[in-house]
Protein backbone atom coordinates (compact mmCIF):
# COMPACT_ATOMS: atom_id res chain seq x y z
CA UNK A 1 0.00 0.00 0.00
CA UNK A 2 1.82 3.16 -1.12
CA UNK A 3 0.64 5.98 1.93
CA UNK A 4 2.37 9.12 0.69
CA UNK A 5 2.46 11.36 -2.06
CA UNK A 6 5.99 11.20 -3.06
CA UNK A 7 5.41 7.32 -3.83
CA UNK A 8 2.17 7.87 -5.37
CA UNK A 9 4.10 10.45 -7.88
CA UNK A 10 6.73 7.70 -8.21
CA UNK A 11 4.60 5.05 -8.72
CA UNK A 12 2.54 6.78 -10.97
CA UNK A 13 5.29 7.78 -13.29
CA UNK A 14 6.98 4.64 -13.37
CA UNK A 15 3.77 2.93 -14.41
CA UNK A 16 3.21 5.28 -17.08
CA UNK A 17 6.85 4.85 -18.30
CA UNK A 18 7.95 8.11 -17.60
CA UNK A 19 11.40 9.36 -16.19
CA UNK A 20 10.96 12.65 -14.12
CA UNK A 21 12.60 14.38 -17.31
CA UNK A 22 9.16 13.06 -19.17
CA UNK A 23 7.25 14.32 -16.40
CA UNK A 24 9.13 17.92 -15.70
CA UNK A 25 8.73 18.70 -19.26
CA UNK A 26 4.71 17.55 -19.72
CA UNK A 27 4.78 20.20 -16.78
CA UNK A 28 7.47 23.05 -17.80
CA UNK A 29 9.41 22.40 -14.67
CA UNK A 30 12.60 21.27 -13.76
CA UNK A 31 13.45 17.62 -13.15
CA UNK A 32 15.18 18.43 -10.08
CA UNK A 33 11.55 19.53 -8.62
CA UNK A 34 9.83 16.26 -9.43
CA UNK A 35 12.87 14.17 -7.53
CA UNK A 36 12.43 16.58 -4.85
CA UNK A 37 8.75 15.74 -4.31
CA UNK A 38 9.61 11.76 -4.95
CA UNK A 39 11.82 12.06 -1.84
CA UNK A 40 9.61 14.44 0.10
CA UNK A 41 12.26 17.15 0.17
CA UNK A 42 9.27 19.59 -1.21
CA UNK A 43 5.21 19.09 -2.31
CA UNK A 44 4.20 20.30 -5.44
CA UNK A 45 1.94 23.19 -5.93
CA UNK A 46 -1.83 22.52 -6.25
CA UNK A 47 -1.58 23.25 -9.84
CA UNK A 48 0.84 21.08 -10.04
CA UNK A 49 -1.33 18.29 -8.33
CA UNK A 50 -4.27 18.58 -10.58
CA UNK A 51 -1.84 18.76 -14.08
CA UNK A 52 -0.46 15.01 -12.67
CA UNK A 53 -3.61 13.93 -11.76
CA UNK A 54 -4.65 14.56 -15.16
CA UNK A 55 -1.50 12.83 -16.71
CA UNK A 56 -1.90 9.83 -14.72
CA UNK A 57 -6.01 9.59 -15.15
CA UNK A 58 -6.23 9.79 -11.51
CA UNK A 59 -8.11 11.81 -9.22
CA UNK A 60 -5.97 14.48 -6.87
CA UNK A 61 -7.87 12.74 -3.91
CA UNK A 62 -5.53 9.71 -4.85
CA UNK A 63 -2.33 11.25 -5.63
CA UNK A 64 -2.81 13.17 -2.26
CA UNK A 65 -3.66 10.18 -0.28
CA UNK A 66 -6.79 10.43 0.22
CA UNK A 67 -8.41 7.20 -1.05
CA UNK A 68 -6.72 4.40 -2.61
CA UNK A 69 -9.32 4.08 -4.96
CA UNK A 70 -8.08 4.41 -8.63
CA UNK A 71 -10.73 5.69 -10.70
CA UNK A 72 -10.43 5.28 -14.70
CA UNK A 73 -13.26 7.55 -16.86
CA UNK A 74 -15.31 5.20 -19.21
CA UNK A 75 -17.46 7.95 -20.36
CA UNK A 76 -16.23 8.09 -24.18
CA UNK A 77 -17.19 4.06 -24.65
CA UNK A 78 -20.50 2.82 -25.76
CA UNK A 79 -22.60 0.42 -23.62
CA UNK A 80 -21.20 -2.75 -24.41
CA UNK A 81 -18.10 -1.65 -23.81
CA UNK A 82 -18.66 -0.31 -20.37
CA UNK A 83 -20.90 -3.67 -19.55
CA UNK A 84 -17.65 -5.48 -20.55
CA UNK A 85 -15.53 -3.19 -18.35
CA UNK A 86 -17.83 -3.64 -15.55
CA UNK A 87 -17.84 -7.56 -15.77
CA UNK A 88 -14.50 -7.78 -15.95
CA UNK A 89 -13.61 -6.20 -12.81
CA UNK A 90 -16.34 -7.87 -10.96
CA UNK A 91 -15.40 -11.05 -11.88
CA UNK A 92 -11.44 -10.07 -10.62
CA UNK A 93 -12.92 -8.94 -7.56
CA UNK A 94 -14.99 -11.82 -7.01
CA UNK A 95 -11.92 -14.34 -7.75
CA UNK A 96 -9.55 -12.18 -5.68
CA UNK A 97 -12.10 -12.17 -2.40
CA UNK A 98 -12.02 -15.56 -3.42
CA UNK A 99 -8.67 -16.51 -2.41
CA UNK A 100 -8.26 -14.57 0.82
Known sequence: MILNVA???RYMREK???TQTDLANKLGI????????E????F??????????RIFHVTTDYLLSF??????DI?????????VIIK?????????SLSK
Open 7 to 9: DRI
Open 67 to 72: IDRITV
Open 39 to 42: MSLS
Open 88 to 96: TVNCLQSKN
Open 44 to 53: PSLSNIVEMA
Open 30 to 37: SRSAVNAW
Open 16 to 18: LGM
Open 75 to 83: TDLGNEERE
